[in-house]
């Protein structure tokens, strides 16, 4: 899992933040700091190991950018992006189920 670098966006696969989203801060190889501006915020982020982590997307929205560069980031940008990411990705999910229901 040495594929998720700062500012990757991924969800929690064991324990209770299991199936959220959060954006990785930090990470050290072993382990990934995460945050979602809501249960886990900046000022406190989530030390979670890797293998309890999946990556789902890598972006350029102005959040990631800032988080790339070190510049300020408030929780509140974190939760807006997060969010429009969620819908963005159940939306798609509703097509693809869509697609393959359709009869040929």
Do not use: C
Request: glycine share 6%.
């Amino acid at each position: 899992m040495d594929d998720i670098a700062i500012s990757d966006i991924i969800v929690s696969t064991a324990g209770r933040d299991q199936g959220k989203l959060f954006y990785v801060i930090g990470t050290d190889g072993v382990y990934t700091l995460i945050a979602n501006g809501k249960d886990r915020k900046l000022e406190h982020p989530k030390r979670k190991k890797q293998k309890h982590v999946r990556f789902v997307t890598r972006t350029e929205s102005r959040v990631a950018v800032k988080l790339r560069t070190g510049e300020k980031v408030l929780n509140s940008e974190l939760r807006r992006d997060l969010a429009a990411i969620s819908q963005a990705l159940a939306q798609n999910q509703e097509e693809v189920k869509e697609f393959w229901e359709k009869p040929m």
